[in-house]
């Protein structure tokens, strides 16, 4: 399962104040030992990729307990469902990374090797593809694929909103591509909701990379030091991944680490890495479980979350 997760920005630990509380569900897997959360659904549908044996691992949809099976993508292949929207579209990649779109029973080939980062209500998919030996970020769009930056330099485009706004990194840097072309520094945005809220991480002369909200202006979050913001809410809930501290939230400015929630303590889960929030903050990503395997994980509120609280913002600065 190792190859399929991407590493996260680290970070140091910082303390927090009251937190919310939620339920750690396990996932679960296609028989074999691992499976990996990629993204999650405003219904609770999650979408990843699980071992299968004797060997590869498959594309799944899991919802209220039950994991389906999305197949090889490929003939004699492994998969992974990388991102998923509203409508049930799914995208994600096959073993011999085609990009690749599950729309009920039909798959969609794009015809370029690379990687997912989003797919909007609308069917927009966005994400990074071979072009000619550099990495360049495209976006899929009734049946056509458009690349998008500047031909020649590395480029990502890591999510996008309903609007269609695009962020990811060009040469490096933290962009919000082709609307509004915001350059936030050297870095990556990782994040977008349908508010234009935009979350990664910056770094410093030094290296030291921290997570950071845009919103209109660019704020630091209340989150530990070398460390990134991965995914965003509408309510403008946020999560990311810190090194030592693994996970964590931020919610309307308060801080809490995934470690900590007592379920998570209660059932020996460790390593919470999050990949997504949805609107109603059920977090979904992949962990270690008691007996050592990587598994996916949905963190479900108990209660119902402040999706609609104002975001606290500390001292801005310029993008």
Not at 211 to 221: E, I, P, S
Not at 294 to 304: E, G, N, Q, S, T
């Amino acid at each position: 399962m190792g190859k399929w997760i991407a590493g996260l920005v680290a970070g140091a630990l910082a303390t927090g104040a009251s937190a919310a509380d939620f339920t750690l569900v396990d996932i679960g897997t296609l028989g074999g030992p691992g499976s990996y959360g990629a993204a999650v659904g405003n219904d609770g549908t999650v979408v990843g990729c699980a071992d299968v044996l004797p060997s590869g691992a498959h594309a799944f949809a899991w919802k209220d307990g039950v994991m389906r099976d999305l197949g090889m993508a490929d003939p004699g292949g492994s998969s992974c469902a990388l991102a998923i929207n509203d409508q049930g579209v799914i995208a994600g990649r096959s073993s011999a990374r085609e990009v690749v779109v599950w729309n009920g029973s039909a798959v969609t080939r794009l015809g370029i090797t690379g990687d997912v980062g989003g797919i909007n209500r609308f069917g927009v998919v966005v994400g990074t593809f071979d072009a000619g030996g550099i990495d360049r970020a495209f976006k899929y769009s009734n049946g056509r694929v458009t690349p998008l930056g500047t031909a020649g330099v590395a480029s990502a485009a890591n999510a996008i909103n309903a609007k269609g706004e695009i962020v990811g990194t060009q040469g490096g840097r933290a962009t919000v591509f082709e609307t509004s072309r915001l350059d936030f520094g050297n870095g990556a945005a990782r994040g977008v909701n349908d508010r234009g809220m935009v979350v990664g991480h910056v770094s410093s002369a030094y290296g030291q990379p921290s997570a950071f909200l845009y919103r209109g202006a660019v704020t630091m979050l209340n989150a530990p030091s070398y460390s990134s913001a991965v995914a965003i809410n509408d309510g403008g809930q946020v999560v990311g991944s810190g090194e030592g501290v693994y996970g964590w939230l931020v919610d309307n400015g308060i801080y809490q680490r995934l470690a900590d929630i007592p379920d998570v303590v209660a059932k020996g889960w460790r390593h919470l890495e999050p990949t997504g929030i949805n609107d109603r903050g059920a977090i979904v990503g992949t962990a270690t479980d008691p007996q050592g395997n990587l598994r996916a994980f949905l963190l479900v509120p108990k209660a119902k979350a402040a999706a609609s609280k104002p975001l606290r913002l500390g001292k801005a600065t310029s993008p």
